[in-house]
């Protein structure tokens, strides 16, 4: 059924679940939202299962007309949130009527936004997820007069996340990362130069990739036979600048890489824009298992 009407859709607004698995032998990567944490999140303050179909919503400047009764929460970036021009929380079950307007402005503090609907949006599926991935012509950004479906019109029970839960968004952030196997490739003042210095969102940011700027990382590697990428895969180009794998990188590549940059830690990554700042920090296999395990345990419990 029809909930809403598109009266302005951002400059990048799509459908996202958590992702396309199982189909990188086929080319196609996995899309999903930048920020797991707050796309879980939001789904969860509207009581629905956390991969239903959501928006993630690219710096702002979304607005809805609403066509049946229902239930939203915005989470994600720093966004002014109105209904019928009436100032609303984030991270905050809200209620919706026939014609109310829904205004999400855009971000002064992040990068990404999510707007979750009780029971889910109504979105096409291609190899069994809704996830869009632009560059792979699946699925298309939000246009303006579009329609969105959900599967139900319902209100649910109202909820929010305590101040002190919500995560907190910075301009400067730290990033835990495991060593892979090309990693011994490098010198070790290669290794010396990434987890000392401090690196610069370039202006080449997307959903693909991160580039960074900062100190070179000298190795004789150039490039290597291509192979399949892990998302949060540090790679390093030529000219010696590391590039974090987003979620709709390239399925292989043949630059070498350094390690990858724990999940967890790619929400934080996911939030910031051009001129932020990243430091690097290496740890163990063993204790990135236990960072993610009680990152979801966190999660789930966390309504």
């Known amino acids: 059924m029809k909930l ?13 679940d958590l ?3 199982g189909q990188m032998a086929l080319g196609l990567t996995e899309g999903g939202p ?14 629905n299962d956390i991969n239903k179909t959501a928006l993630e919503i690219t710096l702002g400047g979304l607005t809805l007309q609403c066509l049946a009764p229902c239930s939203v929460a915005v989470t994600g970036a720093f966004s002014p949130v109105s209904i019928n021009g009436k100032p609303q929380s984030l991270w905050k079950t809200l209620k919706l009527k026939p014609n109310d307007t ?42 303006k007069e579009q329609q969105l479906s959900g599967h139900e019109s319902y209100h649910c029970e109202e909820l929010s996340l305590p101040y002190l839960q919500q995560p907190q968004l910075k301009k400067q952030v730290e990033l ?3 060593r892979g196997y ?16 401090q690196y610069t969102l370039s202006k080449q940011i997307d959903r693909m990739g991160f580039r960074l700027e900062g100190a070179v990382i000298n190795s004789d590697l150039r490039e290597l036979y291509s ?3 892990a998302r949060g895969a540090i790679q390093v180009t030529g000219a010696g600048q590391p590039i974090i794998m987003m979620r709709d990188r390239q399925t292989i590549g ?12 790619l929400d934080k990554l996911a939030q910031l824009t051009q001129g932020a700042t990243v430091t690097f920090v290496p740890i163990s296999a063993d204790e990135a298992i236990r960072i993610y395990r009680d990152y979801w345990q966190a999660l789930l419990d966390l309504l």
Do not use: C
């Open 176 to 178: 835990r990362y495991i």
């Open 102 to 143: 829904l205004e999400i402005g855009f971000a002064a503090l992040g990068a990404r936004s999510y707007l979750a609907v009780s029971s889910g949006f109504d979105a096409p599926a291609w190899f069994e997820s809704s996830a869009t991935v632009v560059r792979e012509n699946i699925g298309k950004p939000l246009v």
């Open 227 to 229: 192979e399949g990428i």
């Open 182 to 197: 090309q990693a011994k490739q490098f010198p070790e003042l290669a290794h010396s130069v990434f987890t000392t210095g």
């Open 19 to 21: 992702g396309r698995t």
């Open 34 to 47: 930048m920020d797991v944490r707050s796309f879980v999140i939001a789904n969860q303050l509207v009581s």
């Open 254 to 265: 043949g630059y070498p890489k350094l390690g990858s940059v724990i999940s967890p830690d």
């Open 4 to 16: 809403f009407s598109v009266l302005q859709p951002g400059p990048l607004t799509t459908f996202q």
